[in-house]
Each structure stands twice: as structure tokens, then as C-alpha cells.
């Protein structure tokens, strides 16, 4: 059984009781959270996370509401999450507040974000938009926080060709599957990553490429349809090939609840997005959204201050989580076997 990529948890940041001026250095030396550090603090955080957000990023949203809502990390706003569709209401007072506050960074959900968006010329703020920035693009003085997933695709797609290897050694080979949405942490870039990967790996000699992998890149396949039904038929489509491993990063629980009732069907899945209640028992691996790294990329952020930071810095790479026979073969076989 493979542990969920959504069972981190935090750990508790410690105190200490020194002297002011020595405070900062001791924080840096110890590597303790910058909530505990005294240069930390000058930053107001204003946190504007909605409802839906926190329903399908929940350990990202609970990580960034618990470090950056509490009165000693600077965020003395209300820890509430904003009522999804947003009330103009709210969030106009919420954007005033920071407006008017010197230094202030809003840390916001993609919707929050765009509405932030659309209120530039009313309310002026810098912030961090989480994972995808609105179709406007984001307002003046506002960064975002992505994903870099080719390193973690390529590493996907490198495991896939190792897996089929070892099948065709066995004589019990059985193709491999993949089915793509764009979304955030997922680009066209990302996946021809992972094919490259995948070509470059398989050591086949009885089939091609194109007889070992099936790639469903449902935006560019134009299927008829919204995305739900465009994902439906790409799944259908790569179900009737009965494949031995089934890569799957579609953005789509459903499609990922119907994956894992797939029968002698090995699933590697792309989880952000997905919300809560995971059974990660059928996976053989998984790309997570790696909210450690995500929460200290915002804890530099906030230190640093927006107009002095290295936009590479907001870009972070996801979680690869593998369970132990894939673990086993991607680190351990060569990739010519």
C-alpha cells in the first residue's frame, strides 16, 4: 500500500526567548518558521482563500490559513474561508484593508485573485495568486505561484517505459496508457516530457513505440463536448486498449474514481486538484502538490517582499510519491533492461 501525498502534516514551530536584537540571526541559524522570526512580521498577510478552493487544494489551503492567518505571523484577519461564488461585499472589505496597509501581501485563490484582478483600479494591492492566474491575467504588483512539473512528468514517463520493460521480459506484456488535460501544473511541455522520457527509456525490440504507448492529449484530440465529456471519452477510448498501466493527469475526480475500478489496470495519477478522500491504495504512483514546499516558497515570499523577489522562486515542483515496487524500478533497474 502506497501512503496518500495529501498525509504530511506541519510541524510545530519553536519558540525560543531571546534577547530582540539577536532574535532574527537565531531564527535564520536555527531554520525555524519565519512566523517566529522578528523580521517577519513588519508584512501584513492577508489570506483570501474560497470555499471550493479548500475543497479540491485542502492540505495547501489548511497550511497557508494555520501559517499565515495567526496574529505573530502578521495575518490578523479573519481566518474564515470566503463564501464561493464570492460576495463583492466581503471581499471589497477584505481588498480595502490591505490596500491601506503598508507592506501589506494578499496570498489568494485563483478566483479571489482574479476578482482582485478586476478591482486594481479600485483597490491597490500585491499579492500571490495560487496555481493559475486569471484569464485577465493578474493585477499590477501580483505574482504567481505555479508549478514546475517536467522533471517530475519526465520521471512518470521514464517509470512507464521501465514498467513495460519488465513486462516484455516476462512475457506478459500489456501496454501502457495516457490520458492528458491541460491545468495548472499540466502543459503541453509537461507532457512531451513525459513521451520523450518514455521513448527514450523502452527497451521493447518486438514493438514500436507507437505499439507499447497510447497518448489521449485531450486538447488537442477535438473531442466534441465540455471537459467532462471530452475527459469521459478519452477514458473510454483508453479503456477499449485494456492497458497494463493507465498514466492519468486530467484534472478529473471522476475520471480518477472510475480509473481505479479499472480491473488489472496499474494506475499512476496526477492527485492535485482532486480534493479530499484519496484511496491511494490501487496506486502505483502519484504527483502530489507538495504543500511543504509550496508553504515555504510563500514564507520566503513574504520575508523578501514581492517587489524584491526572484519569480523562480514561486515556481515549485510538485511531489512524486511511489510505492515500493515502482520505487524499486525506477531507482534501482537500469533503463535498458
Known amino acids: 500500500m502506497m501512503h496518500s501525498p495529501f498525509s504530511h502534516s506541519l510541524g510545530k514551530t519553536a519558540r525560543f526567548m531571546l534577547v530582540p536584537v539577536l532574535l532574527p540571526l537565531l531564527c535564520m541559524l536555527a531554520g525555524t518558521s519565519l512566523a517566529g522570526c522578528a523580521g517577519r512580521s513588519s508584512a501584513n498577510v492577508q489570506v483570501l482563500i474560497d470555499e471550493a478552493f479548500s475543497l479540491i487544494y485542502p492540505e495547501t489551503a489548511n497550511l497557508v490559513l494555520n501559517e499565515f492567518s495567526r496574529p505573530e505571523a502578521g495575518g490578523s484577519r479573519s481566518t474564515a ?123 521493447v525490440k518486438e514493438r514500436t513505440v507507437d505499439e507499447v504507448l497510447s497518448v489521449f492529449d485531450i486538447d488537442a484530440m477535438g473531442i466534441p ?48 486538484g482532486l480534493g479530499i478522500k484519496i484511496d491511494a491504495q490501487k496506486l502505483y504512483a502519484a504527483i502530489g502538490e507538495n ?21 523562480s522562486v514561486l515556481s515549485v515542483a510538485p511531489e512524486l510519491v511511489l510505492s515500493r515496487d515502482a520505487k524499486t524500478l525506477l531507482y534501482s533497474r537500469p533503463s535498458t533492461q
Open 291 to 311: 504543500p511543504k514546499a509550496i508553504l515555504a516558497a510563500l514564507r520566503i515570499a513574504v520575508r523578501t517582499g514581492l517587489e524584491h523577489l526572484d519569480d
Open 81 to 203: 474561508l470566503l463564501a464561493y461564488p464570492l460576495e463583492s461585499g466581503q471581499m471589497d472589505a477584505r481588498l480595502g484593508t490591505a490596500s491601506r496597509d503598508t507592506g501589506a501581501i494578499v496570498i489568494a485563490s485563483p478566483a479571489a485573485a482574479g476578482y482582485a484582478a478586476q478591482k486594481a483600479g479600485s483597490f491597490k494591492t500585491s499579492g500571490i495568486a495560487l496555481f493559475a492566474a486569471p484569464p485577465e491575467g493578474p493585477a499590477p504588483g501580483w505574482k504567481l505561484l505555479s508549478w514546475k512539473s517536467r522533471d517530475t512528468f519526465r520521471d512518470l514517463g521514464k517509470l512507464a517505459a521501465l514498467w513495460a520493460n519488465m513486462q516484455a521480459a516476462r512475457g506478459t506484456f500489456r501496454g501502457v496508457s495516457i490520458v492528458f488535460a491541460r491545468g495548472p501544473g499540466r502543459t503541453a511541455e509537461d507532457l512531451a516530457e513525459c513521451i520523450e522520457a518514455f521513448r527514450q527509456a523502452l527497451a
Open 225 to 272: 463536448g465540455d471537459r467532462a465529456e471530452q475527459v469521459q471519452n478519452a477514458m473510454r477510448q483508453a479503456q477499449s486498449r485494456s492497458p497494463g498501466l493507465l498514466v492519468l493527469a486530467a484534472g478529473s475526480r471522476r475520471a480518477f474514481d472510475a480509473a481505479c475500478e479499472w480491473k488489472d489496470t496499474l494506475l499512476a495519477a496526477d492527485l492535485r
